[in-house]
């Protein structure tokens, strides 16, 4: 793969210049998928730390960090190779001016549309994603499929783990998409413990503890 035009140090730093930033995804993949690609998620974390070079999450942290926490999420649940790399490629096209056809010329079609649907269920209204009882599985298909919201549900799961570093109104808002709608999510997707723990960061207790005046202002209203 032809890594994106940046300065050397960037392609230094893609490389592993500072250490293995890949050793816990890989470690995840020895255990849940030892056949894995390594060459082919390699790349596209290389291509991923490229793009995202100099930016910085809330934390401080790289935003390398996140695309690389989302992609050892579901690699220990055994995500298979391209829904790994979608997930160290999710945010390049929002966040940085790499292309849907920049991706799809190094990438292909299976990796590409996932990052694309990935990116398609932000603009997805909140009544659109039901993931309880019988329609469950129809949302799942309609929605872009299995892979592509296992991507989503992974991504807010590192989010939800990093969220003191938010506004407390923005932390609301998210815990209560989480009840809503992400946990469900993850219950139709059959990732029990992830489903779980999302459940275990969005407790009604903390939404009280952070919000005080703050619930009106987030646009959210108090749970029971």
């Known amino acids: 793969m ?12 893609a490389r592993g210049a500072r250490g293995d930033p890949l050793a816990g995804l890989m470690a995840a993949l020895a255990k849940t998928r030892p056949g894995a690609d390594a060459g082919l998620i390699t790349t596209a974390y290389q291509a991923s730390a490229c793009w995202h070079h100099g930016q910085k999450r809330r934390s401080g942290d790289p935003y390398i960090t996140h695309p690389v926490a989302v992609a050892t999420i579901l690699a220990e649940i055994g995500a298979d190779d391209p829904t790994v790399c979608a997930a160290l490629l999710h945010d390049v096209v929002e966040d940085t001016p790499c292309t849907l056809a920049m991706l799809r010329s190094e990438f292909g079609d299976e990796i590409t549309d996932m990052v694309d649907r990935t990116m398609a269920l932000d603009t997805v209204a909140a009544d659109q994603l039901g993931f309880t009882g019988a329609d469950a599985g129809a949302a799942v298909a309609a929605l872009g499929g299995e892979r592509a919201l296992a991507v989503k549900v992974a991504d807010r799961l590192h989010n939800m783990r990093t969220l003191r570093y938010l506004p407390p109104t923005k932390q609301v808002l998210k815990s209560q ?48």
């Open 2 to 13: 032809s890594l994106p035009s940046l300065p050397a140090r960037a392609v230094r730093c």
């Open 177 to 224: 998409q989480v009840l809503e709608i992400f946990t469900p999510m993850a219950l139709a997707l059959s990732m029990d413990a992830i489903g779980s723990e999302l459940h275990s960061l969005s407790p009604p207790r903390r939404w009280r503890a952070i919000s005080g005046p703050g619930w009106h202002r987030a646009g959210c209203s108090p749970p029971p």
